[in-house]
Structures are given as structure tokens and as C-alpha cells.
């Protein structure tokens, strides 16, 4: 996907960025699971954990499509190897 939605002077900074959110996460998630667990309990962190996964899953799919959802015909999307067939009734060929 970044070498889909980034120039080739922006993909630096987007893979920087991609790889340095992930390891915050980690870092987020190490403070607040104890947190929860001590609260909620174990079963219901998992619970929380997951729901939020599955909400940022379903988030990024969402926003992942919205080039090809954009306008009803199926549209080209330019990437460094050439061009590909984005159709809008496929949704995995968005993806």
C-alpha cells in the first residue's frame, strides 16, 4: 500500500513512519494491558484487545478502498511497476 499511496520522495518518510507506529504500539500496549488487567480482569482484557484490533481492521479496510469506492467505474492506480486494474466491484483487488 505505501508504494501505491506514496510518491517514490515520500516513501521514505511513510515507511518510517509505518514501522515506527508499530513499535509504538507495542509500547502502548505494554502499559495499558496491566492496567486493564488489574480492572477488568485478564479474559476481559483479551476481550478489549481484540474488539479493538477488529475495529482498527475493519478501519483500515475501509479507508484502503476509498480509491476505488470513490467513482462507480473501475479506475487505474499508478504504481512503480505500472498499472493495475482497481475494479470496484472486486473488493480484494483493491487490496
Excluded at 477488529?54 to 473501475?74: K, P, Y
Aim: glycine share 8%.
Amino acid at each position: 500500500m505505501i508504494r501505491t499511496w506514496f510518491s517514490a520522495h515520500e516513501r521514505g518518510k511513510a515507511i518510517g513512519l509505518f514501522m515506527t507506529s508499530s513499535s509504538f504500539a507495542v509500547v502502548v500496549t505494554d502499559m495499558s494491558v496491566p492496567v486493564m488487567t488489574q480492572y477488568l480482569g485478564w479474559q476481559n482484557s483479551y476481550r478489549v484487545l481484540g474488539a479493538t484490533t477488529i475495529v482498527r481492521a475493519l478501519h483500515s479496510r475501509v479507508l484502503g478502498m476509498g480509491e476505488c469506492f470513490n467513482d462507480q467505474r473501475s479506475s487505474r492506480i499508478h504504481s512503480g511497476r505500472g498499472n493495475r486494474q482497481c475494479d470496484f466491484r472486486s473488493r480484494s483487488s483493491c487490496l
